[in-house]
Every structure is written in C-alpha cells, then in structure tokens.
C-alpha cells in the first residue's frame, strides 16, 4: 500500500524557516513526480511546487517565489520543501502528492495527483 508521510511542521514567528519532509513507502518514487499542496482555513486547495521525476521544478511562483525550494530527498524515498522568510498568509496544512504513475510531466492541478498524505500543519505567527 502506497503512503506518503509528512514531518517538520509547527509554528514559527514571521521571518523563520522551516523544512518539511515527506517519505514514501509502498514503492519506489524516484521515477514518480511529487509535490506539495496547501490549504489554509476557509481557503481553496493551493499548489505550491512539485519535482518532475527527472529534477525538474515547478513552483507556484506568485506565492512562494524565491522562498521555498523544492527537492527529493533519498533517503527517504521522497521529498522535502524548504521555506524560508515566512509570512503569515503561508500558515496552511502542507499536504505531500504523489503522481499515480511514472515519468509524468507534473502539474499544479491536485487530480493530477493519486497519492495524498494526511497533512502537516504550519503556522506563522506575525
């Protein structure tokens, strides 16, 4: 069974960093593109960036430009996402994705996406 689990939430004063994980298990997700999705209380789902099988990167760049980065991370057979310079606006569950099948070309539309993880929370406090 496919799982994606992510860690590193919490709260953080305006300014801050943090980094969220997120790890596979039930197959191998280097040849599937991943991601991240956000929602905040009493907002729509939000794409916020996603890692192509091949490395390469797509970001919501009217919201996280310059500020959050994207990448895999081995080890945990899946992704992590470095924000830095944190707003409150970003205060939201960040949600881990997965592609349903290999060497997709990746999107910012969530029913690209077949595997969800159950959420961490970030907030920001200003």
């Known amino acids: 069974q496919v799982q994606l689990v992510e860690s590193g939430g919490g709260l953080v004063q305006a300014g801050g960093s943090l980094r969220l994980s997120c790890a596979g298990s039930?197959?191998?997700?280097?040849?599937?593109?991943m991601g991240w999705f956000r929602q905040a209380p009493g907002k729509e789902r939000e794409f916020v960036a996603a890692?192509?099988?091949?490395?390469?990167?797509?970001y919501n760049i009217d919201s996280v430009k310059g500020r959050f980065t994207i990448s895999r991370d081995n080890a945990k057979n899946g992704i992590s996402l470095q924000m830095n310079s944190l707003k409150p606006e970003d205060t939201a569950v960040y949600y881990c994705?997965?592609?349903?099948?290999?060497?997709?070309?990746?999107?910012?539309?969530?029913?690209?996406?077949?595997?969800w993880g159950q959420g961490t929370q970030v907030t920001v406090s200003s």
């Open positions: 994705v997965a592609e349903g099948r290999p060497y997709g070309l990746g999107s910012p539309a969530a029913d690209e996406y077949d595997y």
């Open positions: 039930g197959r191998t997700f280097s040849s599937y593109t």
């Open positions: 890692i192509r099988w091949s490395g390469g990167v797509i």
